[in-house]
């Protein structure tokens, strides 16, 4: 016997409706989003943030440079330049990373932060990040977002906040774009942010070394200034909102770093590269680059502490010759005074001495 | 004070002695640059011997590149009209986009009209007054002072600092601009 059932029929997306879901606004949003790529976009997933090392975490130069020169570099990637009155060198002054442990800000724990001591001859003090390739940033709105605090009484910035377009060699002339600003630094840590239009490279000519310079301070006057100023998180995104800090890893920020500027920091012993007896004063070999380098990067050393070792022979302690650098390496050149080396054998790089450095500078 | 450096192989790179720095020869560089720049700035004073033919080509090129932007940034801003004097309405006449037949020459012809191409400005106050108070005397009366307008001076110094980059850039740049 058949037995035919019947039900009525009913409204799949009315019922869903009325269950009593524990979803919020984002959560609705999420769930009406009709992509994959919408719902990336509302959770900001992947990543965001255009600055490297924007934790000031990753300090290869040292912790602290005594200002001598206009464009100085302390904390990796982070350029802070500074002029005395009439474009002129200051002199004194200094910029350091300091250790905030325990500090949380905005929910985002840091460790590092940026300390600029200005003295009297600060009288015009930039502080940037130069972003490889001007084509990253174009027609296209971009968030800057930054902590910062002073160490005592309260700095008001009323410079314009700034993005700098520069084509490279050869390419066309740099654009500015600023928007106006007043912002007053106090002892708490705060932070600002601020939303600025990146113009089209479209039709522009574009030469190597090209990037985007994006300002946290623009030409402002510390001379009078008689405390410390810290920055960190330093964040540009896209689109028109400051998202939280992006936390990366000290591993992953190094290695982001090291595309710029990588140095070895060495204490009495070998440096890790061998290489072959030109004659019996005279040893070369190559010297590896951790990461693959952004393009050609000047080579410099601490000085007269490196020598070459044979068969159980080591020459005198001279600097190194650099004869020729490419991306991914450079090619060394010992001469030895004192001509103990066994001429066609093979030789590896010494060092004498504790803090020695070898460094390759591909910063933008 | 820079010099080449030159391996057995022929690789070259410039020595600076200053910081002791080996600079590749490659214009993503940005040691490279200051090299150039100090070449433009200094000439020979900045090279122990010559300077590489090569090298010295670079560092012109760069220079003629800034003298250009230099120039067309500074045209352009003569070019701008000057506020003490205002700008003129400019009209001329336009087709409009339709024709009608012209019977005498038998020709379909063009209906025009008058267009404003630059639209007219007035020339701004060559004064303004202001009322200046006593640092002295915070119970002074504010004395009343006529001074030139700010935005004229503005302006006149803008033209003047434009002008004087436009004397001083050499022909060759001007013709290419």
């Given at each position: 016997m058949t037995v035919t059932v019947t039900q009525p029929s009913i409204n799949v997306r009315e019922k869903l409706t009325e269950l009593d879901k524990p979803t919020g606004i984002a959560g609705e949003a999420m769930l009406r989003a009709e992509t994959p790529q919408e719902q990336f976009n509302l959770i900001n997933a992947g990543r965001r943030n255009l600055i490297i090392n924007g934790g000031m975490g990753v300090a290869q130069r040292g912790t602290s440079l005594t200002v001598s020169t206009a464009i100085n570099y302390i904390i990796d990637r982070q350029k802070v330049t500074v002029y005395d009155t009439g474009f002129t060198n200051p002199s004194g002054g200094t910029t350091s990373q300091i250790?905030?442990?325990?500090?949380?800000?905005?929910?985002?724990?840091?460790?590092?932060?940026l300390r600029l001591t200005p003295n009297s001859a600060w009288a015009l003090t930039y502080f940037a990040q130069h972003i490889e390739d001007v084509s990253t940033l174009s027609d296209t709105h971009f968030t800057v977002s930054v902590w910062m605090r002073v160490g005592s009484g309260t700095l008001s910035l009323t410079d314009d906040a700034r993005l700098t377009q520069v084509?490279?060699?050869?390419?066309?002339?740099?654009?500015?774009?600023?928007?106006?600003?007043?912002?007053?630094?106090?002892?708490?840590?705060?932070?600002?942010?601020?939303?600025?239009?990146?113009?089209?490279?479209?039709?522009?000519?574009?030469?190597?070394?090209?990037?985007?310079?994006?300002?946290?301070?623009?030409?402002?006057?510390?001379?009078?200034?008689?405390?410390?100023?810290?920055?960190?998180?330093?964040?540009?995104?896209l689109g028109k909102v400051?998202?939280?800090?992006?936390?990366?890893?000290?591993?992953?920020?190094?290695?982001?770093?090291?595309?710029?500027?990588?140095?070895?920091?060495?204490?009495?012993?070998?440096?890790?590269?061998?290489?072959?007896?030109?004659?019996?004063?005279?040893?070369?070999?190559?010297?590896?680059?951790?990461?693959?380098?952004?393009?050609?990067?000047t080579m410099a050393t601490s000085g007269a502490h490196f020598h070459a070792t044979s068969t159980g022979t080591t020459g005198s302690s001279v600097d190194i010759s650099w004869l020729f650098t490419t991306i991914h390496a450079s090619r060394w050149s010992v001469t030895n005074s004192n001509s103990t080396l066994v001429d066609g054998g093979a030789s590896i790089l010494g060092v004498s001495g504790n803090g020695r450095w070898i460094e390759a500078d591909a910063e933008l | 004070m820079f010099n080449i450096n030159t391996s057995e192989l022929g690789g070259k790179n410039i020595f600076c002695q200053t910081h002791n720095h080996y600079i590749p020869l490659d214009p993503a560089n940005r040691h490279y640059q200051e090299v150039l720049d100090a070449i433009i700035l200094e000439g020979a004073d900045c090279f122990d011997g010559d300077i590489p033919e090569d090298l010295q080509a670079a560092a012109d090129t760069k220079q003629f590149n800034q003298q250009l932007a230099d120039y067309r940034v500074a045209t352009a801003r003569l070019a701008q009209y000057i506020v003490?004097?205002?700008?003129?309405?400019?009209?001329?006449?336009?087709?409009?986009?339709?024709?009608?037949?012209?019977?005498?020459?038998?020709?379909?012809?063009?209906?025009?009209?008058?267009?404003?191409?630059?639209?007219?400005?007035?020339?701004?106050?060559?004064?303004?007054?202001?009322?200046?108070?006593s640092e002295d005397d915070p119970m002074a009366e504010p004395v009343e002072e006529t001074i030139e307008n700010p935005v004229i001076t503005t302006d006149v110094a803008e033209r003047a600092e434009a002008q004087a980059t436009v004397d001083a850039t050499p022909q060759p740049v001007k013709d290419a601009a």
């Open positions: 250790d905030i442990r325990g500090t949380t800000l905005g929910g985002v724990p840091f460790t590092n932060a084509f490279g060699s050869g390419g066309s002339t740099a654009v500015n774009t600023a928007v106006d600003r007043r912002l007053d630094v106090t002892t708490e840590w705060q932070r600002f942010s601020w939303t600025l239009y990146a113009p089209s490279v479209s039709g522009k000519t574009i030469g190597s070394g090209s990037y985007s310079q994006v300002n946290v301070l623009n030409s402002v006057d510390l001379s009078s200034f008689s405390s410390t100023l810290d920055i960190t998180g330093f964040q540009v995104e400051a998202t939280p800090f992006e936390h990366r890893s000290y591993g992953e920020e190094l290695a982001l770093c090291q595309r710029y500027y990588e140095r070895w920091t060495l204490d009495g012993g070998f440096v890790g590269t061998a290489g072959y007896n030109e004659s019996t004063s005279n040893a070369r070999g190559m010297f590896p680059f951790t990461v693959t380098k952004r393009t050609a990067p | 003490a004097d205002g700008r003129a309405e400019v009209r001329e006449m336009q087709p409009t986009g339709e024709q009608v037949f012209n019977e005498e020459t038998m020709e379909m012809e063009d209906v025009m009209h008058e267009v404003i191409t630059v639209t007219a400005i007035e020339p701004v106050e060559p004064t303004v007054t202001r009322m200046v108070y």
